[in-house]
């Protein structure tokens, strides 16, 4: 499990993408989110693709590292595509056992909600990987600022930061605490499930109990400094939106557009 979850860790680096506004990257991560999910033939996916490849490539972090924010998902992903997979019956039938078929449609849409998976990951893991978690938060607040008289906008933003910045700390004490379950002869891969199952409860409770002991010290410390929410507080760090970032919303939103004329 050690590293295996990247997402909410940042790594530094002077790339095209890691200069760019944070309010651009979120722009683009939520264009790119809404519609992924009207492309639905191998021109579109091979358009969200090439976009997609071509971002990671521009941040100078190694294919491998998005690869890794994988691991953890793939057990969701194989199960959504074996779903896909076996249990469509539309189109052209090429093996059926049961309630089990395997179809030329069935395949297809097997292709395309892994393509989304992968495609949905990366986006989401280039955010994080090039941008630090106040710049996010500072970013989603100011994109969510025409509704703060409907929205507490400011603490939506605050509560994305802290579990951005103590996603990467939950998961090393994870790791520490399956440390000494193994140093106590815990096995976590034998046994039947409700044996694993079992196994995990001595990971979950000393865990929980970190977490809200973290977060009790975290309220304890905000209130200490006298927090009181956004009304009336400044910024050491401003946002400041060029013209790359200009292009970079432009360039995304053609791409939408050219899936949308591609859907058939």
């Known amino acids: 499990m050690k590293n295996s979850f990247i997402m909410g860790r940042y790594l530094a680096g002077d790339s095209v993408i890691h ?5 651009t990257k979120l722009s683009v991560m939520f264009l790119i989110l809404i519609f992924i999910f009207f492309a639905n033939n191998l ?13 990671v490539l521009l941040t100078g972090i190694s294919l491998k590292v998005f690869l890794k924010g994988l691991r953890p998902m793939i057990l969701l992903i194989l199960l959504t595509v074996g779903l896909q997979l076996f249990f ?20 297809r849409n097997a292709i395309f909600i892994f393509l989304r998976f992968v495609f949905i990951i990366f986006i989401s893991t280039l955010l994080t990987l090039t ?6 938060t500072d970013g989603l607040e100011k994109l969510l600022y025409p509704f703060k008289h409907f929205l ?5 933003a605050l509560m994305l930061s802290i579990a951005l910045r103590f996603v990467p700390t939950l998961l090393e004490e994870t790791d520490k605490i399956m440390d000494a379950q193994w140093a106590r002869g815990v096995d976590f891969n034998t046994g039947s499930l409700l044996q694993r199952i079992k196994a ?3 990971i979950l409770v000393p865990l929980f109990v970190s977490a809200f002991d973290r977060a009790y010290d975290l309220s304890i410390a905000m209130e200490a400094r006298g927090f009181q929410g956004g009304e009336g507080r400044s910024k050491y760090r401003q946002l400041i939106w060029h013209s790359k970032d200009t292009w970079a919303v432009w360039l995304t939103v053609i791409v939408c ?4 004329y591609l859907r058939t």
């Open 131 to 136: 941008t630090k978690p106040l710049e996010i």
């Open 257 to 260: 557009l050219v899936v949308l």
């Open 43 to 55: 021109a579109s996916y091979a358009l969200f693709g090439v976009f997609t490849i071509g971002s």
């Open 19 to 23: 200069r760019l506004d944070p309010r």
């Open 88 to 107: 469509t019956r539309t189109g052209e039938i090429y093996w059926q056992w049961r309630f089990l078929a395997l179809t030329d449609e069935g395949i």
């Open 200 to 202: 995990v409860i001595p």
């Open 152 to 156: 507490p906008v400011h603490e939506i």
